[in-house]
């Protein structure tokens, strides 16, 4: 049986699982090396110099290609990393759609930092195809999707825009951060490139910093390549070893992420502090019958509103086992405030216009006992209200 026959579980609890010639060791060593012995004059073992190619790098990157059915991988220092690379392929005077709703290191690097180059970015529901036309350009290369989006869940039909996309001859980027390829394949469903914040869900444990693109088809996999080797934002051995073992379990994990998530946020859709929940997993959210359609699962990260600003800072203060940190995707719960972290660097109109406000929370819900987080929670949400309003504590 090839690997490309084998269930998605398979693949990911087999990954390293390569065979190694020398000693039979059931994980693929660790390749502590940056340069490679020459047979003699005009020969290569295949690897040269490790910033071009590193024997466990390879592996991982070979693993991520499979797992997202594309042709090629490429393991970056980071998510942003690996968006560089991505984003080095347009030139001055190439316009980018991109959606609205947007993880604030994105917008960063395409305001501030891809903007000097002269690359522009329109901001759009790319959910919306009336939109995308709209703001399509002469010179528009790319449509660059989040989906769901980071903080507020926004969902976009990957296969609707990807069509779209291909008439006008305009790449299609999907970051798929926060679904894996254990529940959604963008390039199944007709997209170009797709981009990973490997430190979060595919690594799992908040302890390793890793960027993951995969491409398809053959021309933009060797433009990539040739990015990534010039730049040279690529992923150390040991980093590919962790990220590895990390993604070994992430069937697993997705599952309880998956189920923790959307239990709490139908906890909290009833709760009396809570104005709003975002989660594309709940039958009222917009985005529901198209995640159902493109994905076979949901994330296990999700934002809410609490009903008065004024609840945010002591809710924070007062959580025990949840931790107020700036991340997602690890097996341990993490609270997130995106106005002044992760969406700090987006300006205030824009944040507001999305949605983005001094009520919004975004919950990266671990794989703890549900109960238990439900309770820690709760906790802090009452004592919030005991701080803001005054009164008896309700048990």
Same mark, same amino acid.
């Given at each position: ?54 024997? /466990? ?5 070979? &693993? ?19 968006? !560089? ?54 010179? /528009? +290369?790319?449509?660059?999707?989040? /989906? ?11 296969? &609707?825009?990807? %069509? ?28 170009? *490139? ?21 491409? +398809? ?17 690529? %992923? ?36 009396? !502090? *809570? ?74 109109? *824009? ?28 906790? &802090? ?15």
């Amino acid at each position: 049986m090839s690997d490309k026959e084998l269930r998605i579980e398979s693949r990911l609890a087999q990954i390293g699982s390569v065979e190694e010639p020398v000693t039979g060791a059931v994980n693929y060593p660790i390749y502590q090396a940056t340069a490679f012995r020459h047979p003699r004059l005009g020969q290569s073992t295949g690897f040269d110099y490790a910033r071009t190619k590193s024997p /466990t790098r390879k592996v991982l990157e070979d &693993a991520s290609a499979l797992l997202e059915s594309g042709d090629a991988g490429f393991a970056c220092s980071s998510g942003m990393a690996a968006l !560089q690379t991505v984003f080095t392929l347009f030139s001055q005077g190439d316009h980018l759609i991109v959606s609205l709703d947007l993880y604030g290191g994105t917008y960063r690097l395409l305001e501030k930092i891809l903007s000097k180059y002269g690359v522009t970015a329109s901001y759009v529901d790319t959910n919306d195809l009336d939109a995308i036309e709209t703001v399509r350009k002469p010179n /528009t +290369k790319a449509v660059f999707i989040e /989906t769901p989006t980071n903080p507020l869940m926004m969902v976009t039909d990957i296969e &609707a825009v990807s %069509l779209w996309a291909r008439k006008h001859e305009i790449l299609t980027i999907v970051d798929n951060t926060l679904l894996t390829p254990y529940f959604q394949r963008p390039l199944e469903l007709g997209a170009d *490139i797709v981009v990973h914040s490997a430190t979060k869900y595919l690594g799992g444990h908040n302890d390793v910093l890793a960027g993951l693109i995969v491409t +398809k088809g053959e021309k933009l996999s060797e433009e990539i390549a040739f990015l990534h080797n010039s730049i040279g934002a690529v %992923l150390g051995p040991t980093d590919s070893y962790q990220l590895m073992r990390g993604m070994k379990t992430l069937a697993l994990r997705m599952e309880r992420h998956e189920s923790n998530a959307l239990a709490m946020a139908h906890y909290l859709e009833k709760h009396p !502090q *809570i104005a709003e929940v975002f989660h594309p997993g709940l039958p009222q959210h917009p985005g529901y019958e198209i995640q159902n359609k493109q994905s076979s699962g949901n994330t296990g990260i999700f934002s809410f509103k609490v009903t008065d600003s004024r609840y945010v800072e002591p809710v924070l203060r007062h959580l025990k086992l949840i931790a107020f940190a700036e991340s997602l995707g690890g097996v341990e719960s993490l609270m997130t405030y995106p106005a002044i972290q992760t969406h700090a660097d987006i300006p205030l109109e *824009i944040r507001e216009a999305v949605g983005v406000d001094d009520r919004l929370l975004r919950f990266s819900v671990g794989i703890e006992h549900i109960d238990d987080l439900i309770e820690d929670l709760g906790r &802090a949400l009452e004592a919030a209200r005991v701080e803001v309003e005054g009164g008896l504590v309700h048990e």
